[in-house]
């Protein structure tokens, strides 16, 4: 494999550095607005990075607040130059220490500031206490679902970031048929696939939201692999090749017929595109070819169904159902311990966004949604089949986002 | 350069899978349990994902109580299996709901608790909220500053990981001459490196403690992107591929006479190596080789005077001087806006460890602490020079655990 060949596309189209439009960050920040105001809230001081890219463009380190109405104020610790580049607004300050962060709001803010939103499901306690004293008086609340909410519906201009992920995790996975090596350790697979990822502009790391998730930039698991668990949320796991990151990738040598499932997300300005495939040295059992099968059966069904107005919740009931007449309910979304009560997950900043498709979830189809179905069977002698699309929805139903066939694919022994 | 063929050392060794042994935890945990004694705590209840592993060998999801005197108790929300496997606590459940953790706990501390440890430099408010709601009249106290005190002096089961860590990270900086090339963009020098230390069981991500932190397992930058600062707290930064991941390797194409700087973490079990040199096709400009030499002159006399009982802000301090003496003071540690306040860091299961080599810092050096030394000179219009290696504190003075020659390696233009 050589790496140093220019792939098709990327390299390019990633030389244009991107600067989120104004009028983009604009609508964000209206749509905040609106939810701190049925709120009562006089603004949101907003810290976490993902939150601070979506509102500024930029994830330079500082705060910044959104008041009820008119513009918002960007603090910035560091860099404040590159805040500067990055960022879209007009008010940016540097910000030498955090006693100051009062005093700006104070300048800043014509009316006293009495109730405030933070990020509670992620700002650490000991943090919080900091702003308590320099707020004294300050009734904070929690926004973090609002933002998650907001953020849920995708304005076009961040669909078409998907659009050149899809575009980039098209050509690292049609590159996997020729990199499949009966006795190749997974996690050599692995590092091949990242390169490939890497070298079309993959940021190099992936970003969840929930508390002590963390993930490396994909999973590769070959036959039992799949189906050892994790502290993740996923029905998948992997061996891994250390206790202290039990996921993906493990030591294991490839070996026929068994699935050789690739998990991989793909980034684009930030943007994270999830896909997963299954290939095989040779053919696949026949019930878990079947088994595939019945995947793609459940993910047709979900497509389907999937219109505008449609309850997430009704939809993983509907793909539980399809398992079941199959005989295959036992399997689904992985087995005994390992098992996970959803289908899909809403892919966006990180890969843990809204839409949930799971039992309680209280999650309806909007168009802009964009999410990853994700079918899966684990078998704990066999491994785990099943496949990983990314949609978006349109006022008319979905539009499937990946562009490689869905297939198994199978390479001769 | 052919990413399939083994090299030499590392995937065998990581094939035997290490379980922490008991003797290693208990020790751990007899020293929380002094500093939980001494603060009048009754126990600790440890959620983060680095705790958790240091403290019970696994990270599986869920939480340890670590009661004030005896055995800690590991309640496992998932994976459950692979907790008992991986942890060598006795007591450990299956944690189903949160409900459960006041019963569990009222049922294994004899005496009812009413002060308890939290880690408030991570733990979310959200959380912290609910725990508050779980034990009504407990009152919580941060014990995240004892954990980072106790983490921050390794023992020799701990030493011997960097040990392995610095042999693969030594394989990896030894291949990266016939990866110079001109014209080849940085991110794709970094997708080879990249790809080198994952085939040696690289875990994939790196782990960062401070809230908002995070990184790609390393940085290349060539030239002018060194000086690009970031977010982060770093002398250096990297232009990145996008501006939601402004860190390490962007689209740059290497070229001559330019200091192309690998600063890159290899992990071994979890701990972190981090190591930088310099590298350049065709000779370096004199006055960046020259200040590679002072920055070399600063290690050898911070090494010389690093013995148990210093002080690392007086090193912090020593090292600023020998720069100024040379005349190098405004380029020492960073630029302007990107400069930074320290010239080393401890390093473990995160990047940013205790003890830190800063103006403040009040941290003495202790046989078995084990931190990075970088000293580093940023000239914004030409980029980078400098080194890190990571050292151990023995009885008599610093080991070098890192392996390769310091001097920057100069490529035939």
Not at 81 to 86: A, I, N, S, V
Not at 139 to 163: A, C, G, N
Not at 209 to 214: G, K, Q, S
Not at 288 to 308: D, H
Request: aromatic share 10%.
């Amino acid at each position: 494999m050589d790496l140093n060949s220019n792939l098709d596309s990327g390299i390019k189209t990633g030389l244009l550095r991107t600067r989120t439009p104004l009028k983009e960050l604009t609508n964000r920040v209206q749509n905040l607005q609106a939810k701190l105001q049925e709120n009562s809230l006089d603004g949101a001081l907003i810290i976490e990075n993902m939150d601070l890219f979506y509102l500024c463009g930029s994830m330079q380190q500082g705060f910044l607040f959104v008041p009820a109405e008119g513009e918002p104020l960007y603090m910035v610790r560091r860099n404040f130059m590159r805040g500067k580049e990055e960022s879209g607004w007009q008010n940016i300050l540097p910000l030498k220490s955090f006693k100051q962060l009062p005093l700006y709001l104070k300048e800043y803010n014509k009316q006293p500031l009495q109730k405030i939103g933070l990020e509670f499901d992620v700002l650490p306690v000991k943090l919080y206490l900091r702003l308590q004293k320099l707020f004294p008086g300050v009734e904070f609340q929690d926004v973090s679902t609002i933002l998650l909410e907001i953020r849920m519906v995708k304005s076009p201009y961040e669909v078409s970031f998907y659009r050149q992920a899809a575009k980039n995790s098209a050509t690292v996975f049609r590159r996997i048929p020729e990199l499949l090596q009966i006795g190749k350790p997974e996690i050599t697979l692995s590092s091949e696939i990242e390169a490939l990822n890497r070298q079309l502009g993959h940021q190099g790391m992936l970003r969840m939201r929930a508390f002590n998730a963390e993930m490396n930039t994909g999973h590769v698991y070959s036959g039992q692999s799949g189906c050892i668990g994790t502290f993740l949320d996923s029905c998948t796991g992997g061996r891994g090749t250390t206790a202290a990151c039990p996921q993906g990738a493990g030591w294991k040598p490839l070996a026929p017929h068994e699935p050789v499932c690739v998990d991989f997300s793909t980034t684009y300005e930030g943007y994270i595109l999830d896909e997963t495939r299954v290939f095989s040295i040779g053919h696949l059992p026949p019930e878990l070819q079947k088994a595939a099968n019945v995947a793609r059966e459940i993910q047709e069904t979900l497509a389907s169904q999937a219109l505008p107005g449609a309850l997430c919740g009704d939809l993983y009931q509907l793909a539980q159902k399809i398992a079941a007449r199959y005989g295959l309910e036992d399997y689904f979304m992985g087995y005994g311990d390992n098992r996970v009560k959803f289908v899909g997950h809403g892919v966006g900043l990180c890969l843990d966004e809204f839409p949930v498709f799971g039992q309680a979830s209280p999650h309806i189809l909007q168009p802009g949604m964009v999410f990853a179905l994700e079918p899966k069977f684990s078998f704990p002698q066999q491994g785990v089949v099943g496949l990983e699309n990314v949609w978006v929805v349109t006022k008319t139903g979905l539009e499937k986002l990946t562009l490689i066939p869905d297939e198994p694919v199978v390479v001769p022994y």
